[in-house]
T-cell receptor, first 116, second 113 residues
């Protein structure tokens, strides 16, 4: 139990569907992240929210839309995805301290997404 | 962009054996981290290294921050079945958000009882 909970754990969707992934952290952290994990590839950072504001968007296609309503919750809205978007989507949180960050992240268990 | 070369890609060993894996980069990092991902779980931080040349242990795990700041290794002594999983190295530079890590592709470890 890492204190970061993701739902659903598994999701199968068609290319025309709209779905959302949810992440909740119980650690009191001030930053949350979405990562994409594909087989035989490094973890890819998709979105960063610090103090509920999006600070980074690493050129992710617009069919992925994040939402961070407060510091404990993070969503990833999905629409018109492609089969190559099938992957494990990991949420993470951390306590960002200006000038004193360490790179330590706390990950959720991931949402396994399959796009048909 | 920055990339990390992590090797080996996979290892299949007997219980009780020692394990060694490493990570190299063409650019320097201020921090090296090692994460482990158990099957069906997210990655968990094992060891963080903050100074070139630093050698740090965590139980049966030992990791070192290379003196050139471009590499790191992780050793596991006397492996046990619960060591199974994927081990990721990650490099980090100050000034970015915590999430701005560069990850290696992982070393998948299998342990035969």
């Amino acid at each position: 139990e890492t204190g970061v909970t993701q739902t659903p754990r598994h999701l199968v969707m068609g290319m025309t569907n709209k779905k959302s992934l949810k992440c909740e952290q119980h650690l009191g952290h001030n930053a949350m992240y979405w990562y994409k994990q594909s087989a035989k590839k490094p973890l890819e950072l998709m979105f960063v929210y610090s103090l509920e504001e999006r600070v980074e968007n690493n050129s992710v296609p617009s069919r992925f839309s994040p939402e961070c309503p407060n510091s404990s919750h993070l969503f990833l809205h999905l629409h018109t995805l492609q089969p190559e978007d099938s992957a494990l989507y990991l949420c993470a949180s951390s306590q960002d301290r200006e000038g004193a960050n360490t790179g330590e992240l706390f990950f959720g268990e991931g949402s396994r997404l399959t796009v048909l | 962009g920055q990339q990390l070369n992590q090797s080996p890609q996979s290892m299949f060993i007997q219980e009780g054996e020692d394990v060694s894996m490493n990570c190299t980069s063409s650019s320097i990092f201020n921090t090296w981290l090692w994460y482990k991902q158990d099957p069906g779980e997210g990655p968990v931080l094992l060891i963080a290294l903050y100074k070139a040349g630093e050698l740090t242990s965590n139980g049966r795990l030992t990791a070192q921050f290379g003196i050139t700041r471009k590499d790191s290794f992780l050793n596991i002594s006397a492996s046990i079945p619960s060591d199974v999983g994927i081990y990721f190295c990650a490099g980090y530079n100050y000034g970015g958000s915590q999430g701005n890590l560069i990850f290696g592709k992982g070393t998948k470890l299998s342990v035969k009882p």
